[in-house]
């Protein structure tokens, strides 16, 4: 199964379970990673309190606001595309108000204001908790702006509301930011530092996830890995902790087993995981623990160590194959997928034949795959001219997607004739008479409905698969129920 990133920037217009003495419309759209869709819960819980429902009709919409993404330039094309939707709008409802929230926000906050005039608030990823100052500004008639990077993990009090929840899955906040500057990414400018999140408050909040039904629940950040608490602070200051805070500090692969073992029945899943942060440990910790999914999101961005380099991804092609090696040596059937940039800045052909005989090595599940597209601010964009030709760029993406396609095919047929276990999010989206649900590997599983229901674990018998999606016929319950 391939993706590029276009799958990754679709907006989904968010709603929750309205409050009826709420009398405000909030209409909210999320563009981007998986983060940028949590934050968008924090907000609608925080603007829940202001007296907001929210609503998936446009028109009606007090209050209008993107949740925005700069990692690419078609994502940031999209979001200018929704806002010239939003203000055609307003023409129509004067009093309607609109807001840009996340990366974009943070990046592009005077053209949006000052500039181009197009939205009344700007808001960046750290900011959420000032929204009702900020929506007083603009009931007064005035902008509002508030872009300040905090230093801190600012949203653990915060309990998100489930936008459009399936009831099933969940996703979980743990780190914000990142202090890793690959020379591509916009993210340490639009997020900020790292800092991670209070271990005994996300616990809190996997619990409370469990009680109201939830079977499912993936760790957030720009790079899990690296989770460190040790009482507060950046990561960066660890060294000046006192002994204690170092002695009873919690890592990520500490953070698994604590959430494993307080909810056994819940599957775990985590993202980000950077290459040169994930260590031994924890893949030990996910053998250790059933509900621990197998499967891991490790990006390499290229297989050529030159660009890895010049990319300032602080490891090795030969590394990381040391790292695969040993996820498979620990966890055989661990799924892996990818996200690989074509045509990074003085990329060669030899360069890109790394990639591809990378990729043959690992023989990915799936990934992430676009061409390189160069963002102002980054280092990549302030001393490396972006040289290679929109058609070499293309081409190269194209050769990556068939291996990709491939390998996918390969890695669908080895689930069939298996017995697995699947957790049933919802109907398949072929037909009304199959349900849908994934694999511990991540993997879409389709089967018929038979008289199971949302959030059974099923045990399915695989007979056929596509690149991207196996297809089998339930034969019980799974333990796990």
Request: charged share 25%; glycine share 6%; net charge negative.
């Amino acid at each position: 199964m391939e993706k590029t990133i276009d799958e990754n920037i679709q907006g989904t217009a968010l709603q929750l379970e309205n409050t009826s003495k709420n009398k405000r419309k909030l209409y909210i759209e999320s563009y981007g990673c998986q983060m940028n869709f949590s934050d968008s819960e924090i907000v609608a819980s925080i603007l829940a309190n202001e007296g907001f429902n929210t609503t998936q009709e446009l028109n009606e919409a007090d209050l209008v606001l993107v949740n925005t993404c700069s990692i690419r330039e078609k994502a940031e094309q999209t979001v200018r595309k929704r806002l010239e939707k939003f203000n055609a709008v307003k023409k129509v409802n004067p009093n309607m108000k609109v807001g840009v929230l996340g990366c974009m926000a943070e990046r592009l906050k005077s053209k949006f204001l000052e500039e181009e005039k197009i939205v009344d608030m700007v808001v960046g990823p750290d900011a959420y908790k000032d929204l009702p100052n900020l929506i007083q500004e603009i009931d007064q008639g005035r902008d509002a702006v508030n872009v300040i990077l905090s230093k801190d993990e600012t949203y653990g009090d915060v309990a998100p509301v489930r936008l459009n929840s399936n009831g099933v899955t969940a996703f979980v906040s743990i780190t914000r930011g990142c202090d890793n500057m690959c020379t591509f990414c916009v993210v340490p400018f639009t997020r900020g530092r790292e800092r991670s999140r209070n271990p005994h408050s996300i616990i809190a909040e996997v619990n409370d996830l469990w009680d109201r039904g939830f079977k499912e629940i993936t760790l957030l950040g720009q790079n899990v890995d690296s989770y460190l608490w040790y009482g507060g602070g950046l990561k960066k200051d660890f060294d000046k902790a006192s002994e204690i805070q170092k002695a009873t500090a919690v890592n990520f692969s500490k953070l698994l087993e604590l959430t494993a073992l307080a909810q056994p029945k819940m599957r775990i899943r985590f993202s980000t995981s950077n290459p040169q942060d994930m260590t031994l440990d924890v893949i030990e910790t996910m053998a250790k623990f059933h509900n621990i999914c197998n499967y891991i999101h490790l990006p390499i961005q290229s297989g050529s160590n030159r660009i890895l380099k010049a990319m300032n991804r602080l490891h090795t092609r030969e590394e990381y194959f040391e790292l695969i090696d040993n996820i498979k040596k620990i966890i055989p059937d661990c799924a892996i997928s990818q996200d690989i940039i074509a045509g990074f800045p003085t990329e060669t052909e030899e360069d890109h034949q790394d990639t591809l005989s990378l990729m043959e090595h690992v023989k990915y599940e799936y990934g992430f795959m676009f061409a390189y597209s160069e963002r102002p601010g980054t280092p990549a964009a302030k001393k490396l001219p972006d040289d290679v030709p929109e058609t070499v760029k293309k081409r190269r993406l194209q050769e990556i997607i068939a291996v990709q396609r491939k390998h996918a095919a390969y890695r669908t047929g080895q689930h069939v004739g298996k017995i697995e276990e699947v957790l049933i999010e919802g109907a398949s989206k072929k037909s009304k008479d199959e349900w849908m649900g994934r694999n511990s590997q991540n993997i879409v599983v389709v089967f018929p409905k038979e008289n199971y229901t949302v959030g059974d674990f099923v045990n399915v018998k695989v007979n056929d698969c596509t690149s991207g999606t196996l297809i089998g016929e339930a034969v019980g319950y799974s333990n796990n129920n």
